[in-house]
């Protein structure tokens, strides 16, 4: 594996890292509801409900530890990776009021 620092720069992978077309069309949000994954439980069951489905069962929990946020994802980064993502998901974050 490349370093996460080259691996973020690389253009090869700048151009696979877009998800806001999946859920939108002419730049705005063109579906029901979005789940925020960091929600996933409350966010199925509002839909199991929605839709009628009844109670769902529990997720199996696979790293759910809370973590060190100096050795979490962010330790990672730098000025430069930092602005490239936020750059990448500048809609996303825009939309759904994320900060890095």
Known sequence: RPPFRDFIL?????????????YSINDEV????????EALDEELSRFSERVGC?????LPRL????????????????DETRETVAGWYRREIE???YAF
Do not use: M, Q
């Open 30 to 37: 063109a579906v029901d509801h979005i789940a925020r994954y």
């Open 54 to 58: 009844g109670p769902l069962p529990e």
């Open 10 to 22: 690389n253009p090869r992978f700048s151009r696979k890292a877009r998800n806001w077309s999946i």
């Open 63 to 78: 790293k759910s530890t809370t973590r060190d946020p100096s050795t979490g994802y962010r330790a990672h980064y730098d």
């Open 95 to 97: 939309t759904f009021g």
